[in-house]
């Protein structure tokens, strides 16, 4: 999804989640210079932007979780939203 695709989303109030796990790297490229060059992976690294701050910039609503895991009952009440989230 793209910045356009978002404004667009909060623009028809579109009744949608998205979800980003930001792993701050393309992991599967990643994962293969780390075979190929033990300790000297290169080019994989991201520096991404601050994404529940993007999505409001937009007006969508926002949600950080530093959870390592998917905790469906916490995020309930949050998927009951009827906007972007």
Known sequence: M???????AVARRL??????SNNQSYGTIRTRQERAF???PGGAGLSNPDFATLAR????QAI?????RWRPRSSRK???????L
Do not use: D, M, W
Not at 64 to 68: F, G, N, P
Not at 78 to 84: I, N, S
């Open 57 to 60: 910039a937009f007006g969508a």
């Open 78 to 84: 949050q998927c009951r939203r009827t906007a972007p």
């Open 2 to 8: 793209t910045a356009n695709e978002l404004a667009t």
């Open 38 to 40: 033990p300790k000297r």
């Open 15 to 20: 009744n949608i989640r998205i979800v980003i």
């Open 64 to 68: 950080r979780s530093r959870a390592q």
